[in-house]
């Protein structure tokens, strides 16, 4: 008896290039938010040297959209992947699997962007629940890997570009053939899939768009959830910062003619109230209100050069969040404050007492915390 292989037959008729477009055209638009928004934000958490004096202060919600969009457009993809995935999975058993070298070259691009995908969208996701199973860092790699991705991507769409428009519309002219109409239970599978897109979206999205704030379900960080009605990513416990005693506190402005301040005297001068988002990278985002004293005027006591980057130093000793840099647009914006209070108190410990950064328009790993020490670079 001789036993032969044979690849699985597949007869559903959801199957085919219809579907996979359908739900394409709603997969390639969430990726190019996510990417885009995505290299907002690495490039305001890491300017190279020639943006660092371009980037803006404003508007001053300007990061909260931008990262808002990014982490929902990143959800939101995630039915829509797993569905395009069902939709094109029997590819995987295409015979023969190889037909010529463009072929191969093609599922090479195809594995590097399904791989990448999933890759992207699990890491974002776990990242904005604060877990890292894994032994890499995550900026950099998530980083990397968009590009990856968003190269196999143009690859793919490029590639596919004929059966793309061929099949773009319910019956596109020429395609009168029956795989490309609409059957019900293609719409079916659309309208479920869209569902699933409009309730992970409804159950998270109120993390950073407060009017949705009720229908938070399963986003990490509830707006309202935290000391002061503000939420905290890390406490000051978590980062090693005992108690600041008031009357032990500093504050030192290092520049051309240095100088050092007592809590009492930061409170004695001209005090100003802003309202500004802390907008985690993370995804979660709130506004509030601050008080206290404005950066600008404080580097122009230090008689700091109008277009001199600014360095913010934490009393915290150790972790990554430590020290931030700003540019001279955020520097001198007359929002960026050393706030002392936060929503008419002073602030608790875990939002930075006695001192944090507020700034516009600035992810809020950079709203440094328990501010010891500002620095005028050269
Ligand atoms: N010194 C210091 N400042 C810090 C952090 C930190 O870990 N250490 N975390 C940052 C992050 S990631 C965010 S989102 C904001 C959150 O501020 P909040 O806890 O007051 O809401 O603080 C920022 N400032
Ligand atoms: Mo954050």
Redesign the pocket.
């Known amino acids: 008896m001789k036993l032969r292989l044979s690849p699985p037959v597949f007869r559903g008729g959801l199957h085919d290039a219809r579907t996979a477009t359908s739900i394409g055209r709603w997969l390639a638009p969430a990726f190019a938010v996510c990417f885009v928004t995505g290299l907002v934000s690495h490039v305001m958490q890491h300017p190279p040297g020639w943006l660092a004096d371009a980037i803006p202060s404003r508007p001053s919600w300007g990061y909260r959209l931008t990262q808002g969009l990014h982490v929902a457009s990143g959800i939101a993809a995630i039915p829509l992947l797993l569905a395009k995935l069902w939709a094109v999975y029997p590819r995987l058993f295409e015979w023969p699997p190889l037909r010529s070298v463009r072929h191969a070259l093609e599922r090479l691009s195809v594995a590097v962007l399904v791989a990448g995908s999933v890759f992207e969208l699990a890491t974002g996701l776990l990242n904005t629940a604060q877990w890292y199973p894994w032994p890499f860092s995550f900026v950099p790699v998530h980083y990397a890997v968009a590009w990856l991705v968003v190269g196999t991507l143009v690859l793919h769409i490029t590639v596919k570009a004929p059966q793309i428009e061929a099949h773009w519309t319910r019956r596109s002219p020429g395609t009168l053939a029956l795989p490309a109409q609409d059957v019900p239970d293609r719409r079916s599978l659309l309208a479920a899939v869209g569902a699933a897109v409009g309730a992970v979206t409804l159950t998270t999205v109120g993390q950073s768009f407060t009017p949705l704030k009720d229908f938070v379900l399963f986003a990490p960080r509830h707006p309202d959830k935290?000391p002061q009605a503000?939420?905290?990513?890390?406490?000051a416990a978590?980062?090693g910062?005992g108690r600041i005693a008031a009357e032990e506190y500093r504050l030192t402005v290092a520049g051309p003619r240095p100088y050092t301040l007592t809590l009492a005297e930061l409170r004695d001068l001209p005090q100003y109230e802003v309202e500004l988002p802390?907008?985690?990278?993370?995804g979660w985002s709130?506004s509030a209100h601050w008080t206290g004293v404005r950066v600008v005027d404080l580097l122009e006591r230090a008689q700091a050069p109008a277009r001199a980057r600014v360095r913010v130093v934490?009393l915290?000793l150790r972790?990554?969040?430590?020290v931030?840099e700003m540019g001279h647009r955020h520097a001198r914006d007359p929002l960026t404050l050393l706030a002392l209070r936060?929503n008419g108190e002073e602030l608790d410990p875990?939002?930075?007492y006695p001192v944090?950064l507020i700034a516009p328009d600035r992810?809020?790993?950079?709203?440094?915390?328990?501010v010891g020490r500002l620095e005028v670079l050269a």
């Open positions: 935290g503000l939420p905290v990513n890390r406490t978590a980062a910062v802390i907008a985690c990278v993370e709130k934490s915290q972790g990554g969040y430590r931030s936060l875990d939002h930075g944090r992810p809020g790993v950079l709203q440094t915390k328990w």
